[in-house]
């Protein structure tokens, strides 16, 4: 089928282009040159802002905590729910909606390709499973390697190349796409009650610092030459003072950097960004991250943007989420997955009466506004940690426009408002910048070549937003643009129209993106290696691939490692 | 314009029926055939209210009073949201009666369903028959207990009533099941005949009045004094000796609960830590 998409405000930051008229042509799900205007259907984009689709780098969307999650909170479920129509499966939940629903929620904001962080690699069937059924999107997962303990051995013996042998095959075996290190060495710690309060604190039986974890599989990262970098959950997260943690987690990675290229992204930032020794002067390390961040180019960040709104935390960080359930007195689930990481989840509300809340929502712009290169820092809510994802379109409203800031400035706390930054800031993003924090800038860190652009050969995924840049005054109109970017005018996935207006047209089922990592000397399952199954974990090796034939739609990444 | 609508259930319904649109709000500015075609959900088949209902208009009056004749266990959510006007129903009532109403008043000369007042902000509830478990209590899982208003069930409630209260009062002139109270903040409720037990479990705040049998007290309840009244509404004193505890101390709870010490003679033996 062909398509042309007519007379567009182009944002394509890959390419350069900067709110240009041009047409979009596209065959057979690829954007081509141009396409015969008389056969093919056109879309009239006139007065509106064309984008590619929306990429998100981090969203828990799929795998057992987020089920769990589920599980967890019936009453996320009954006020929100979508009832089937004849193109789409019916649906519910608010912070943590079910697998169809959440991929149509992002269809009608105009994404089309979404990363799920965190899976632990003996859930791998179960995440895949739930990716499966997660429709409109193509979608990768991150295995969580940080503490897997083959990992921590090999780095207490030094082996890089043992490790990254190993990094490799469970990367094959997870269908996995990056290696995500959350709380490195607290989770090990976390198993005997313990966690790590610095990246040069021991973890125990193993005897390595979170430092030496964070440096090797960085290094593992290099000689696999895989897309992404390492995907970092920092230490002490969510406590007072860390971001000195931060900064130390980003320097010890300096010198790994070469070309300018990132090799560290520090994830939701906003929950490492806290100064102050305690809740009460709490305070934002924004200012101190984003100086780093401007004058440093191997780290990329995301915001973790907090939403004022009831949601459900879930990550892989257990001791956090203990102290997160010792605050909230909530009911909660905490969870060791045998020898690779643990997890925990606490239903949470952020309220804008509350100071250390109100000062995370501004820590969160703060960073976006700050760093001055948007390529360094990209929009996310870490989805449903700080806010569930359907609220992209509220922080593009305050990206872009300062009264949008000032109008939410004047609910929150009165001392959060008088410490936060925001009212100092002028800046205001355009469109252009949007484009590269919402898609461009992810898919360039995520090293997708074929997404987040619109040139030729690239994936055909594209949004249209019906906003026009010439006669809308953005600073001014913010409500408009949450309008607009609430409900993309149209969705177009690999070719087809999916969404319009808000309304989804066809059901697609979105690939599994999967990295084929191809190792000179790949690890050989011996005896020895099946023993150790016997002795770590619950499953025998048997039952522990996920093979090809399990994804529904694989799309295979080969990669050419240097080990 | 306000009036007085009859409904008539034109068979025995099978299925369950959400219709959160039988509310005085909703019959407010309407006249009677545009409330026989609003909509109402038959297990999964929508459906006009004049298919399952025969709608009568009876006579013009100050306020919107729905009456509803028959019974209709089936139905759901009836009087959901409602902010004034009242509703009668002579028969069986189903779930989530006046779930989260804001006002008026609502009267079942029947039994009533699972989390009748469910979330309930203000208003009355009044059920004549008996009600089943949840009564006033949020939806599972959720912890926005009743914030307001009264509930009387002259009859039996099941358990879990007044679970997470924060405000309001439940009047229980029957018997009551388990966990009456449980993790209530604030309010009271008032059970005028026996209780099956574990009375204001994890409670931190509020009152539980207990007029009849009570086997036994949590363990982390502890004994306060014996009290010869205590006060349940304006112009209402129950008329004591009550052992007074409180509790529960797993949640640092200080909540407040009464048994009548005349017929709980089981519970002499609290007396020494006096």
Redesign the interface.
């Known amino acids: 089928m062909e398509l042309l998409v007519k007379n567009g405000f182009v944002y394509d930051p890959i390419n350069d282009v900067n709110g240009e008229k041009m047409d979009i042509a596209i065959r057979d799900g690829k954007i081509v040159e141009k396409v015969n205007e008389n056969s093919a259907r056109i879309i009239d984009a006139s007065g509106m802002v064309v984008m590619p689709g929306g990429v998100d780098i981090h969203c828990h969307i799929a795998g057992s905590e987020v089920n769990t999650g589920r599980l967890l909170r019936p009453e996320d479920h009954f006020r929100d729910f979508e009832r089937k129509t004849s193109k789409t499966r019916s649906g519910v939940g608010r912070s943590i909606p079910s697998t169809f629903t959440t991929g149509y929620r992002y269809a009608r904001m105009g994404y089309t390709t979404i990363m799920n962080p965190s899976m632990p690699p003996l859930e791998a069937k179960h995440t895949h499973e739930e990716l499966n059924d997660t429709p409109m999107l193509d979608k990768a997962t991150y295995p969580l390697l940080g503490d897997w303990w083959f990992v921590l051995e090999y780095l207490k013996a030094g082996k890089i190349e043992e490790c990254a042998r190993y990094v490799a095959w469970m990367m094959t075996t997870t269908k996995g796409y990056a290696i995500k290190i959350v709380n490195p060495g607290g989770l090990e710690a976390w198993g005997s009650g313990r966690n790590v309060s610095s990246i040069d604190d021991q973890v125990p039986y193993f005897g390595i610092t979170p430092r030496e974890i964070l440096r090797g599989l960085c290094k593992v990262n290099k000689l696999l030459n895989l897309p992404h970098t390492i995907h970092v959950h920092t230490n002490n997260l969510g406590k007072p003072g860390n971001y000195l943690t931060a900064l130390d987690t980003m320097k010890c990675v300096e010198d790994l950097a070469s070309e300018d290229k990132p090799v560290i992204h520090i994830t939701h930032c906003q929950f490492s960004a806290f100064k102050g020794s305690d809740w009460r002067t709490l305070r934002s390390g924004a200012e101190e991250i984003a100086k780093y961040v401007n004058n440093h180019s191997h780290v990329t960040l995301d915001m973790g943007q907090v939403i004022f709104t009831d949601t459900t935390t879930m990550t892989a960080d257990g001791p956090f989420q203990y102290t997160l359930y010792q605050l909230t007195g909530n009911k909660w689930v905490n969870h060791d997955v045998e020898t690779e990481t643990s997890s925990g989840i606490v239903p949470f509300r952020y309220r804008r009466k509350s100071y250390v809340h109100a000062i995370q929502w501004s820590i969160g712009l703060e960073l976006a506004l700050l760093i001055k290169d948007p390529w360094k820092i990209f929009m996310t809510t870490d989805h449903p940690n700080a806010g569930p994802f359907t609220f992209y379109p509220r922080i593009i409203a305050w990206l872009m426009s300062r009264k949008a800031r000032e109008a939410t400035l004047k609910k929150i706390n009165p001392r959060a408002r008088s410490r936060s930054l925001l009212p100092s800031i002028d800046r205001e993003l355009g469109f252009y910048e949007i484009a590269v924090v919402t898609r461009a800038g992810q898919a360039k860190a995520l090293g997708l070549r074929n997404k987040g652009h619109l040139g030729v050969g690239a994936d055909a995924d594209v949004a249209i937003y019906d906003v026009n840049p010439e006669t809308t005054d953005l600073s001014k109109k913010y409500k408009t643009l949450r309008r607009a970017f609430k409900s993309a005018a149209y969705t177009i996935k690999h070719g087809k129209i999916v969404a319009k207006n808000g309304e989804i047209l066809k059901h697609v089922e979105g690939a599994t993106m999967w990295l084929d990592v191809q190792v000179s000397d790949p690890v050989e399952i011996t005896e020895e290696m099946k023993k150790r199954f016997r002795e770590y974990w619950t499953v025998e090796y048997e039952n522990y691939p996920v093979t090809e034939n399990y994804l529904e739609v694989s799309h295979p990444i080969t990669i050419k490692a240097d080990v | 314009m306000s009036k007085m609508i009859n409904l008539y259930p034109v068979r025995k319904f099978r299925f369950p029926i959400i219709a959160e649109c039988i509310s005085p709000d909703i019959f407010q500015d309407k006249t009677c055939k545009e409330i026989e075609k609003l909509e109402i959900w038959e297990g999964n088949k929508q459906r006009r209210l004049e298919e399952l209902f025969k709608v009568e208009e009876s006579r013009k009056d100050q306020e919107t009073i729905i009456t509803v004749y028959g019974d209709v266990s089936k139905v759901r959510r009836i009087g959901a949201y409602m902010t004034r006007g009242e509703i009668t129903i002579n028969g069986d009532v189903g779930m989530h009666l006046g779930e989260e109403m804001e006002g008026g008043k609502i009267t079942v000369h029947g039994n009533a369903g699972g989390w009748a007042g469910s979330t309930m902000k203000n208003g009355t509830i009044e059920i004549h028959g008996n009600a089943s478990h949840y009564l006033g209590a949020?939806?599972?899982?959720?912890?926005?207990g009743m914030r307001g208003g009264n509930i009387i069930v002259y009859g039996n409630v099941g358990n879990e009533a007044g679970a997470y209260m924060r405000k309001g009062l439940i009047k229980i002139y029957g018997n009551a099941g388990q966990f009456t109270g449980l993790r209530m903040h604030n309010g009271t409720i008032y059970v005028q005949k026996d209780s099956e037990g574990r009375v204001g479990a994890c409670m931190t705040g509020g009152k539980i009045v207990v007029d009849g049998f009570l086997h036994s007290v949590l363990p982390t309840f502890t004994i306060e004094s014996v009290k010869k009244k205590t006060k349940i509404e304006e112009n209402n004193i129950a008329k004591g000796p009550f052992y007074l505890f409180l509790g529960d101390l797993t949640e640092n709870g200080k909540g407040k609960l009464y048994v009548l010490k005349k017929k709980n003679p089981q519970l002499s033996n609290y007396e020494k830590f006096l």
């Open positions: 949020p939806y599972r899982g959720s912890t926005r």
